[in-house]
């Protein structure tokens, strides 16, 4: 029943949307799962392919654009690529603010996403600063006792004691 409800929601998107549409979507979230695989770098070639359809159908500065910015930043950091990533991740703030506006969602999961490359760099300050931003926005959203603001408050606090 599940696999028939599936196929006929892809179609009623194909439909809708169109395949290329449809693609972009499926291959950023086939690099999604291939990330939490540890499949990088197959990873970072279907993320690739979703940003040259998203920027060929969208444009650089669409919110569907900025999802793949984010998680090509997600994969580039798991590379060490933390320039590249750092770059993505901006963007997809950029694109997430002037979108949606300052206390977005989206706009706080950019941030902490940038927060945690900026602490692989070593580079504590801005770390800070975007989990700070995330914790807010996170806490004007969820409330305190979620599990977004609760992780955006414990990188705070790691950040704030150095012990990150």
Not at 48 to 56: G, H
Not at 58 to 76: D, F, M, Q, W
Not at 79 to 90: I, L, N, S, T, V
Request: glycine share 4%; hydrophobic share 40%; net charge positive.
């Amino acid at each position: 029943m599940g696999s028939k409800v599936t196929i006929y929601i892809c179609k009623l998107i194909q439909l809708t949307y169109g395949l290329k549409k449809l693609s972009a979507v499926y291959l950023n979230n086939l690099a999604t799962v291939l990330e939490l695989q540890n499949n990088v770098d197959d990873a970072l070639r279907h993320a690739n392919q979703a940003l040259q359809i998203v920027n060929r159908i969208y444009g650089p500065n669409h919110p569907i654009t900025a999802r793949v910015y984010i998680n090509l930043a997600k994969i580039l950091a798991d590379q060490r690529d933390f320039k590249k990533a750092e770059d993505y991740g901006e963007e997809a703030a950029a694109i997430d603010k002037s979108t949606y506006g300052p206390i977005s969602i989206f706009l706080a999961k950019d941030d902490y996403v940038l927060s945690l490359i900026f602490c692989t760099e070593n580079r504590k300050s801005e770390a800070l600063r975007y989990a700070s931003e995330a914790f807010y926005i996170f806490r004007q959203n969820y409330g305190l006792r979620a599990k977004r603001t609760l992780d955006a408050g414990k990188l705070m606090e790691l950040l704030r004691k150095n012990k990150v």
